[in-house]
Every structure is written in C-alpha cells, then in structure tokens.
C-alpha cells in the first residue's frame, strides 16, 4: 500500500541525517532547497507506489475472473458470511471499516464447514454447523439459512449449482459391551471412586473431537475407550446411524456402520447410552 508524501519525506530525512557528509543540511526553513528536494522526490515515490498498487489491483481483478474456484476457496467464503450486513455492490466482500472486530466476529455464524462435489452430478454440498453458547455444534436458523443461501448465490461461480447441508446432528447408536475391571467400575459403568462414567464421557468427547465432516472410525473408537482405566475389552457388538432425510422432514431408519461411517450433516451425538452394557472382566490365575 502507498505511503504519504510525509511517511516518505519523514524516511529521505532520516538518511540524510545518517550521513556524516550531508551534515549541515539543518536548515529547517521552508524554502532550503534540500528540502524542496526531499518533497520532490517524495512526490515521485508516491506516484510509483501508486502506479504498483493500481496495477496490483488490477492483476488480482483479472485473476479472480480466470481462476476456477476451488473447494477450498468455497469453504473460506462460507465461513466469511457475516449475517446481517450486504456486501459490497457487485462484490463478494464486506465493508466492514465501520464496524468493531468484535462485531464482524459475532456476525460470522458459520463456525463449521466443509464442501464436497456430488457424485451424480454437477453440484457442490456444502456443509454447514454454527456452535451454541456451550461449544457445542448445531445448525444455524431458519433466517440465517435463508440469509446464507443468498449470500452464496451471491458469490459462487455462474451456472454452478449449490446444496446447502444445515442439519441437526447424526445421531450415533452404540450397541457395545464393555468388559471392565470390578475394582475400578461397578455394573453401571460407574467408577468406585467418584462415581462418573468415563465410557460416556470419552465417547462424548472423541466425536467432539473429530473433524467437521470426519470419518468416524469404529476401531479408533474401541481404542480410545480401551485406553480407559479399567476398561480391559471394549467391545462394539453394533453401531449404527441416522441422519435427517429431506423427503420425509426428519430423522431416517438407523443404517448400520460396519467399519467406518462420515456423518451427513458433518457431525455426530449420542442421545442415548442405555445399549452400553457393563459386565464384569474374569482374569484367569
């Protein structure tokens, strides 16, 4: 970005009273000459920086016609929507030098996504969650979406056709047995001491932790609960998902996962924990 004249005329004087031979330039009077030439000189540097600046401008311009956007580029616009403000007159960015950091924050809704190519045609889903007040993730509102689906009508390439994924959360049906050591739990799946679930609660926290639209791994799991104190075989008898069909407005039948399942709307949550039984482990002498 182009400097002032008085930035550069600030930087010419700094040399100048570097340097030992140019010593009694001191004069500060309006009409020294070497003044006259650090000013002149400045306004020559502005008009170059400028000139660059413009021609900057232009090439990204140009750029941003030709280049095919990506997934990734896609992705980043989505998670750029600010809900409640315009954008910029046949732009796809915001003016926000009005606004506080804080309050471009809190207008930028879409805290998750991920944008994937259909198989069976020409089109992009995208996936989208925002996250509640206690971290957790969910799907953003009827108005927001609305507001959303415009703003990406707004920005995406001519011709391309988008599918917006806003859904409540997959949910994960476990049936499994969990082998445990009777000094540490007892058959609810408590602990002795304490009295918490830490099944429940490291299930809760690897599907909290995997990526927006990541794999669930059946044996990543069954790892992680083995790594559990007093946990000796976790054991998935089952597991099991569904997910929100648009055709029907709700929840589907549960469709069994064998090895590994990626959630439709990008994320996972257990409702129910009461088909985990607890059963006590028998070491051999």
């Not at 970005?1 to 500060?28: H, V």
Request: charged share 20%; hydrophobic share 40%; net charge negative.
């Amino acid at each position: 970005m182009a400097r002032t004249i008085s930035q550069i005329q600030d930087e010419i004087k700094t040399a100048i009273q570097a340097r030992s031979e140019l010593a009694d330039l001191t004069s500060t009077s309006k009409s020294a000459v070497w003044l006259a030439m650090t000013y002149a000189i400045a306004v020559v540097v502005l008009t170059v920086e400028s000139l660059f600046d413009l021609h900057k401008s232009e090439v990204e311009n140009t750029l941003s016609l030709l280049k095919p956007h990506t997934q990734r580029w896609y992705r980043e616009k989505a998670k750029l929507f600010q809900y409640g403000y315009s954008l910029i007159t046949d732009s796809d960015l915001y003016d926000n030098s009005n606004l506080t950091d804080q309050q471009v924050e809190d207008s930028k809704i879409i805290k998750y996504c991920a944008v994937n190519e259909a198989v069976d045609e020409s089109r992009l889903i995208i996936k989208i969650a925002t996250a509640s007040s206690t971290g957790d993730l969910e799907p953003i509102g009827p108005t927001e979406l609305i507001a959303f689906k415009s703003y990406m009508n707004e920005v995406k390439d001519a011709g391309l056709t988008i599918t917006v994924t806003n859904y409540l959360p997959d949910i994960l049906f476990l049936d499994m047995i969990i082998f445990y050591d009777p000094l540490i739990f007892n058959g609810s799946g408590e602990t002795l001491l304490g009295g918490t679930k830490p099944v429940e609660i490291a299930i809760d926290k690897f599907l909290r932790q995997l990526p927006f639209n990541g794999v669930l791994q059946l044996n990543l799991l069954a790892e992680t609960l083995r790594m559990i104190e007093g946990v000796e075989i976790p054991h998935i008898v089952k597991a099991s998902s569904c997910w929100i069909n648009p055709s029907i407005g709700g929840y589907g039948d549960p469709v069994t996962i064998d090895v590994y399942k990626i959630p439709e709307s990008g994320y996972f949550k257990v409702n129910d924990f009461s088909q985990i039984k607890y059963q006590a482990y028998e070491k051999s002498v």
